[in-house]
């Protein structure tokens, strides 16, 4: 797999998309049920933000992109893993994902929960089996690892997520909110980002890459305060008003949705300009996280 222009971000979604069916296909076996369960929630599906934000930042450090593919498609298995979760009833019980029922409802709440536990322990085997050893150093896969560890972990999502459970029905202060996104959402950005400098050798870029992933994480949370109270369950593909229904302080309830845009725009401004280092390479980049700001859905 060899690539002689820039891809755009649909042929990278796509890129993502057809590995992740490679690296995990249908077949007949003992546990189909948890596999079946873990492919619907993992393909056909999603933006596959952080999995292009892993290839990306790899092309940005001068990297070849096919050497991140297994890193970019493991992210996306911990990020599935993680709103199947999210989705059970133990948790926001959200009965739409994606524009189709969640995971749970089509398999029940025993075999959701397996296969986002299937698809974490996935996410690591995909690395380590499917990582060229030729062109990457095992320091280089290890590092990598360990950023995605951490970032789905007590000090990353799960730690987040722990943060969301406990500030059910308070009021919570600016500083615990950004904390918790932080954690929940914004953790596995940065990984993503810094996974792809790490693939490119790029450790020198660390920094940088951090710094772009935690503007750009914060500002995807804030357009989803957004959207959760301006869009549609159709056009979202997830339940709309949910924030309100389940009475969580947002960024809209806090400043108001005028303000909540501009914070919006703030930080996605900040996350462009932490691109500077990178120089033409991360034009894309900067593309991505206007998109981001404005999308819709």
């Known amino acids: ?11 990278l979604s796509e890129l993502i998309e057809e590995s992740l069916e490679k690296y995990f ?22 933006k596959r933000i952080r999995g292009i934000l892993t290839l990306q930042f ?40 994606r524009g189709k029922p969640s995971c749970h ?54 730690g987040g997520q722990v943060f969301d459970i406990e500030s059910a029905n308070m009021q919570v202060n600016i ?26 050798g790029g450790y020198d870029k660390i920094q940088d890459a951090e710094n772009y992933g935690s503007n750009l994480g914060l500002a995807f949370q804030v357009v989803d305060d957004i959207l959760d109270v301006s869009g549609d369950t159709q056009t979202l593909g997830k339940p709309a008003g949910s924030d309100a229904l389940n009475d969580k302080t947002t960024f809209v309830n806090l400043f108001g949705m005028e303000q ?18 990178f120089g033409e390479k991360a034009k894309p980049l900067a593309v991505l996280a206007r998109k981001l700001c404005e999308r819709e859905k």
């Open 1 to 11: 797999m060899t690539f002689d222009r820039t891809l755009t971000l649909e042929e």
């Open 25 to 46: 296909p249908e077949k007949a076996c003992l546990q189909q049920s948890v596999l079946s369960a873990a492919r619907y929630s993992l393909l056909g599906g999603g």
């Open 58 to 97: 790899c092309v940005a450090c001068g990297g070849d992109l096919e050497m991140a593919v297994p890193f970019a498609c493991a992210v996306e298995m911990i990020h599935a893993y993680s709103l199947i979760h999210d989705d059970l009833p133990c948790m926001d019980d959200d009965d739409m994902r």
């Open 105 to 158: 409802i089509i398999y029940g709440d025993g075999i959701a929960l397996l296969a986002g536990d299937a698809l974490l322990t996935l996410a690591f085997d995909t690395i380590f089996r499917h990582a060229d050893r030729q062109g990457l150093s095992l320091d280089q896969i290890l590092d990598a690892c360990q950023w995605l560890s951490r970032a789905a972990g007590i000090f990353g999502m799960i």
């Open 175 to 200: 500083t615990r909110l950004k904390e918790m996104h932080k954690n929940k959402t914004g953790a596995l950005i940065v990984a993503s980002c810094v996974m792809g400098c790490i693939v490119a």
């Open 260 to 277: 909540s845009k501009q914070i919006s725009r703030e930080l996605t401004t900040a996350a462009i300009n932490a691109l500077k280092p």
